[in-house]
């Protein structure tokens, strides 16, 4: 099992200081993978969540290839619908050459914030079949030096791909609802679900099979985002896996591990008036726990 982090890309006292601080601290700590999360517009529904400044996605990815060496990049979740498959395509492409490879996780998601839509004069209504749309242009783009795809939302043809991704790129499919497992599994390498409990994570995990045996295909790998939050004290009742002491969290990612998954990130964003270095503490904390479980 490997283990990345969610690098914050947003909010006060986010820096092009801070991302360099994010990337060289958690390769330094032994971690697989650093991922990063994705809006463009940051409407007031998208700043009650994620104030500005909110980094520009593939920029900061280019940027944390710069100042890395080893770890792995990915994103946590791309919102794919509000970017032109093109473009996006191109984009994957291009940051995993400059990064040698090494953008092994292409988590793609839905999105939620209509107001970000509405900007961008997206309709939120069609965002899953867009998705699904886009999905399937992408596997063809990265498949040939010249592609050509007819669907609903995506078209075009005699289109040159080059830069494309490496083969170790993976993508990520996010989403727990039954459409989003069967998305998982008709397009994706790996399903990437966020912050469930571990009881919810099986259930859900057992739906994705039966899905996978009813579209004849692979199951995908399980890759969940957890929440990290270290307490002093143990936390009782339901928890999400990430929440409660150093050994509650190991034992959530002994769990996680015996469900299967491949991958598991560790998302510090819990909001935190101290910042940066606060978060970075609980991952430099969590660090001693986590990688001796490789």
């Known amino acids: 099992m490997k283990f990345g982090v969610n690098c ?84 994957v492409g291009t940051v995993d050459q400059f990064a040698g490879g090494r953008l092994t996780a292409f988590g793609v998601g839905l999105g939620w914030a209509q107001g970000e839509f509405d900007a961008l004069g997206v309709p939120f209504e069609r965002r899953a079949a867009i998705t699904d749309d886009c999905l399937a242009a992408l596997r063809e783009l990265w498949s040939s030096d010249l592609a050509a795809y007819e669907g609903a939302y995506a078209r075009f043809s005699g289109v040159q791909t080059a830069p494309r991704p490496s083969s170790t790129t993976a993508i990520w499919v996010g989403g727990v609802a039954d459409a989003a497992l069967r998305r998982a599994v008709r397009h994706g390498d790996a399903w990437h679900p966020i912050s469930l409990t571990v009881e919810s994570l099986a259930e859900r995990l057992e739906r994705l099979r039966v899905i996978a045996a009813d579209e004849g295909r692979p199951v995908p790998v399980l890759a969940p985002r957890i929440p990290l939050r270290i307490t002093e004290r143990p936390l009782e009742g339901d928890r999400v896996p990430g929440e409660g002491t150093l050994d509650q969290i190991r034992g959530d990612l002994v769990a996680l591990e015996a469900l299967g998954a491949a991958y598991v990130v560790l998302d510090p964003f819990v909001p935190r008036p101290d910042g940066h270095a606060a978060r970075l503490a609980e991952i430099e904390r969590a660090a001693a726990k986590v990688i001796e479980l490789r």
């Open 8 to 91: 914050i890309n947003s909010g006060p006292g986010t820096t092009v200081d801070t991302a360099a601080r994010w990337a060289r601290t958690v390769e330094a700590l032994g971690y697989d993978l650093l991922m990063v999360s994705d809006h463009i517009a940051i409407t007031p529904d998208v700043a009650e969540r994620y104030p500005a400044p909110f980094f520009d996605t593939p920029a900061t990815l280019g940027w944390l290839a710069a100042v890395t060496t080893r770890i792995e990049l990915g994103t946590t979740v791309m919102l794919l619908p509000l970017r032109h498959v093109l473009d996006t395509a191109r984009i």
